[in-house]
């Protein structure tokens, strides 16, 4: 099984670049979520969803787009990026509807924003 | 708004010793909590998930505890061993399960 599967592993922008976050699981969770993770302040909820064609804010939805149009796929797109975008970006699923189950994670996507 | 804290934040043990990870949270008012691993440039993944109506949750030389009352969990890995080195994150989700707040971790070295 492929679990969650997030591209591309490494990028890097300029200040004002738009880009997309693709994630994608096979597991047919309802459940899909975009952390990101910085030294000392842990991993901090950005957008998620309990099922395509809902999406919701997180502790830190400034900046950052989402949509779910299917089960499948949870891209992140970022508008136009700054510096203090620069972090690690970690997709998460869950099978059931609601935040409650075990929670499955991507391998990351590190970006730096120059 | 709930935190939650692990401490030590880094532990070096030798192989083969018992060792116990601990995590507090401050909102007692939990529906789960879930302990992760996290290698270097990897993702998380999942160890245990304890609901809040159980106690401990058990995976081979891993033991996992709750203490609601007392805002406290605690990971114990048996008989270490040096692919155990890792990042242990526990993670806790509020009573209504619709927020998820993470620790920022212990880094544990075992050294032969």
């Known amino acids: 099984n492929a679990g969650v599967t997030q591209t591309p592993k490494f990028q890097v922008l300029k200040t004002g670049q738009s880009m997309t976050l693709q994630c994608a699981q096979d597991m047919n969770h309802e459940y899909m979520s975009w952390y990101r993770q910085d030294p000392g302040m842990g991993l901090r909820l950005i957008h998620y969803?309990?099922?395509?064609?809902?999406?919701d804010q997180g502790e830190v939805p400034n900046g950052y787009n989402v949509s779910r149009s299917t089960t499948e796929d949870f891209p992140l797109r970022l508008l136009s990026a700054a510096p203090s975008q620069t972090s690690v970006y970690f997709c998460?699923?869950?099978?059931?509807?609601?935040?409650?189950?075990?929670?499955?994670f991507g391998e990351g996507s590190r970006l730096t924003v120059l | 708004k709930q935190e939650v804290t692990q401490i030590p934040a880094a532990l070096s043990v030798p192989e083969g010793e018992n060792l116990v990870l601990n995590c507090s949270f401050t909102?007692?008012?939990?529906?789960?909590l879930q302990w992760f691993r996290q290698d270097p440039g990897k993702g998380l993944t999942s160890l245990l998930l304890?609901?809040?109506?159980?106690r401990e949750q058990t995976s081979g030389r891993l033991n996992a505890s709750l203490d609601k009352s007392s805002g406290r969990s605690t990971l114990y890995i048996a008989a270490s061993q040096p692919g155990d080195s890792a990042t242990y994150l526990c993670a806790v989700i509020d009573g209504t399960a619709s927020k998820l707040t993470f620790g920022t971790g212990t880094r544990l070295q075992v050294t032969l």
């Open positions: 998460a699923s869950s099978r059931t509807s609601g935040n409650t189950g075990e929670l499955f």
């Open positions: 969803s309990v099922g395509a064609g809902i999406t």
């Open positions: 909102d007692s008012a939990i529906y789960n």
């Open positions: 304890i609901q809040s109506s159980q």
